[in-house]
């Protein structure tokens, strides 16, 4: 488990700007509102669809079995979550946020350990969600929800693939920094 270690203690300073953000402090508080809620939705859209498109044109080009069967789209739960809150995909200009590019499946691996981490903190903050009065009026949180009960045995699988069968792992821990700090970029940038 070298580097997944490795990449934790690497990023966890990282992790803490992320958490500390308004939008992700307000759900832990409790304070979130819906409209608050709604940005949150339509900012982890724009993270996602970014990063997701990157994640596909890298496996267009290196084909990698493991990852392409462990690669998951979190982009049907977040469409599910704009269309019971009645948003529309949001618009940001390309000169707003910089989307990192990914080469190789070892920059692939950061950019994975970090949307499928925040997986692992979504159960926490999903709590958070279901137990806001704010949000009393929100049948189901599709995107925080994630995997359920599944999200430990998923992470367990991701490990391993990482543990074994990285050949650059300077490469992954430098993609996972690039990755998070995208993540705080669209935590903080003003959607107008
Ligand atoms: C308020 C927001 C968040 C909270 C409270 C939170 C909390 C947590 C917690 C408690 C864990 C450990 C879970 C476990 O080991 O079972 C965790 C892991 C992780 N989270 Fe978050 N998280 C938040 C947001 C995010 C976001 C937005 C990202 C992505 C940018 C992220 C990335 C990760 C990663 C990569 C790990 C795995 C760390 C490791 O064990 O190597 N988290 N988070």
Not at 12 to 18: A, F, G, K, N, Q
Not at 24 to 42: D, H, R, S, V
Not at 53 to 82: C, G, P, T, Y
Request: hydrophobic share 35%; proline share 3%.
């Amino acid at each position: 488990m070298e580097l997944m270690k490795k990449l934790k203690s690497t990023t966890s300073e990282l992790h803490r700007r992320v958490e500390e953000t308004p939008i992700n402090k307000a759900i832990i508080q409790q304070g979130m509102k819906l409209e608050q809620y709604k940005e949150l939705i339509q900012r982890n859209y724009l993270i996602h669809a970014s990063l997701e498109h990157q994640i596909k044109s890298v496996l267009n080009k290196n084909k990698h079995a493991s990852v392409s069967h462990f690669f998951h789209s979190k982009l049907e739960w977040l469409e599910k979550d704009m269309t019971s809150l009645g948003l529309t995909k949001p618009h940001v200009t390309n000169d707003a946020i910089s989307i990192p590019r990914y080469h190789s499946i070892a920059e692939l691996f950061g950019c994975l350990y970090v949307i499928e981490g925040s997986m692992l903190g979504g159960s926490i903050l999903y709590r958070a969600l279901r137990e806001n009065k704010h949000l009393d009026s929100i049948p189901e949180f599709h995107f925080f929800k994630n995997y359920g009960k599944d999200v430990g045995l998923r992470w367990k699988t991701f490990k391993n693939i990482v543990e074994d069968e990285n050949d650059d792992p300077d490469a992954t821990i430098r993609a996972a920094k690039n990755t998070f700090r995208f993540y705080e970029s669209v935590f903080q940038l003003n959607l107008g």
